[in-house]
């Protein structure tokens, strides 16, 4: 009688734990915030500013980063569904403006991503000092190369992800933080002025749409 009792409590169990296995995720559509990215094989460092807007397939990107020993600032305004990017500089009010040929992705867990395991950062024994995340991992079709990613398991905000080549070696290596839901300034994904007289080159070839922000 008590297996009898056991064998229904125990396809509980399991029925109840497989529902609740966290499923793939879009991040808000509308999203703010700041990241760093290493990139090793390039011994290049860069910090970003973002404001993405997935509602409209837009991207405002400002990032500063240092290669070797030299620095870099770059004001990049990436409009997909118009299909076309601006590299922005004010100091001498020029715009470079380029075609877009890649497509839009959200930030977000890719839907064919494997759901790896859930832990928490920071204290889970004290409350309101850890933060729940779901760790995933998964391989871009386009490059067969492979990644990692965490995001929080509520609101599916992003925190962490890497990227590695074919041969197993770490490509990138990301970390957001300061991430608002909501866009402060809807003109950040309007060109400025004196972009309107540029001419459109050519769309780059090679590059491929990060699953997060901007162009790898």
Same mark, same amino acid.
């Given at each position: 009688?008590?297996?009898?009792?056991?064998?229904?409590?125990?396809? +509980?169990?399991?029925? +109840?734990?497989?529902?609740?296995?966290?499923?793939? !995720?879009?991040?808000?559509?509308?999203?703010?915030?700041?990241?760093?990215?290493?990139?090793?094989?390039?011994?290049?460092?860069?910090?970003?500013?973002?404001?993405?807007?997935?509602?409209? *397939?837009?991207?405002?990107?400002?990032?500063?980063?240092?290669?070797?020993?030299?620095?870099?600032?770059?004001?990049?305004?990436?409009?997909?569904?118009?299909? $076309?990017?601006? &590299?922005?500089?004010?100091?001498? *009010?020029? !715009?470079?403006?380029?075609?877009?040929?890649?497509?839009?992705?959200?930030?977000? $867990?890719?839907?064919?991503?494997?759901?790896?395991?859930?832990?928490?950062?920071?204290? +889970?024994?004290?409350?309101? *000092?850890?933060?729940? $995340?779901?760790?995933?991992?998964?391989?871009?079709?386009?490059?067969?190369?492979?990644?990692?990613?965490?995001?929080?398991?509520?609101?599916? $905000?992003?925190?962490?992800?890497?990227?590695?080549? *074919?041969?197993?070696?770490?490509?990138?290596?990301?970390?957001?933080?300061?991430?608002?839901?909501?866009? &402060?300034?809807?003109?950040?994904?309007?060109?400025?002025?004196?972009?309107? +007289?540029?001419?459109?080159?050519?769309?780059?070839?090679?590059?491929?749409?990060?699953?997060?922000?901007?162009?790898?």
């Amino acid at each position: 009688m008590k297996i009898l009792f056991l064998i229904p409590l125990c396809l +509980s169990l399991a029925l +109840s734990s497989y529902a609740q296995k966290p499923e793939p !995720c879009k991040s808000p559509p509308l999203l703010e915030g700041a990241l760093t990215a290493f990139i090793p094989g390039q011994h290049l460092r860069v910090f970003e500013k973002f404001s993405y807007d997935a509602y409209g *397939q837009n991207v405002r990107v400002l990032a500063a980063g240092k290669e070797e020993n030299q620095t870099f600032f770059v004001d990049m305004l990436l409009l997909f569904r118009e299909g $076309v990017s601006y &590299e922005i500089h004010y100091r001498n *009010q020029t !715009c470079i403006k380029t075609a877009l040929k890649v497509p839009f992705r959200h930030i977000g $867990v890719p839907h064919d991503a494997n759901f790896l395991n859930q832990m928490v950062l920071g204290s +889970s024994s004290i409350q309101g *000092q850890g933060l729940l $995340v779901n760790n995933w991992n998964g391989t871009v079709e386009e490059t067969k190369e492979h990644y990692l990613l965490t995001f929080t398991a509520f609101g599916c $905000v992003p925190l962490y992800t890497l990227d590695f080549t *074919q041969k197993g070696e770490l490509s990138v290596m990301t970390s957001f933080f300061d991430l608002v839901e909501g866009i &402060e300034d809807p003109n950040v994904f309007i060109p400025p002025s004196f972009c309107d +007289s540029a001419e459109m080159l050519p769309a780059k070839e090679g590059l491929v749409a990060s699953s997060f922000i901007g162009l790898l």
